[in-house]
């Protein structure tokens, strides 16, 4: 079965930055459009970065600029590099495969102001 495990998160100062990690089991990886997701406090899950097998990368407007979705084929791992964080990122980050129903734990980010 498929999973996900993020990790990299943590308690940051604004205008800090975070590698976000998420080790991906269970598919043929390098086949599958990845997805960046986060759930803040009240509100609902979003998508806020994805990144297509060939490597074409999408991004939400309030994150352009300052998230960077990358994956390492060989390692079956996507990562999601945040500069400049702002209190508004904080939030439970999640990723998985966009064609999953499947959700992993997620990692907390929380941006002091």
């Known amino acids: 079965q498929v999973q996900f495990v993020e990790s990299g998160g943590g308690l940051v100062q604004a205008g800090g930055s975070l590698r976000l990690s998420c080790a991906v089991s269970?598919?043929?990886?390098?086949?599958?459009?990845m997805g960046w997701y986060r759930q803040a406090p009240g509100k609902q899950r979003e998508l806020v970065a994805s990144i297509t097998s060939g490597g074409e990368t999408n991004y939400a407007d309030s994150v352009k600029g300052r998230f960077t979705i990358s994956r390492d084929n060989a390692k079956n791992t996507v990562y999601l590099q945040i500069i400049n964080l702002k209190p508004e990122d904080t939030a439970v980050y999640y990723c998985?495969?966009?064609?999953?129903?499947?959700w992993g734990q997620g990692t907390q980010v929380t941006v002091s102001s």
């Open positions: 998985r495969s966009l064609e999953s129903n499947s």
């Open positions: 269970g598919i043929t990886f390098r086949l599958y459009t």
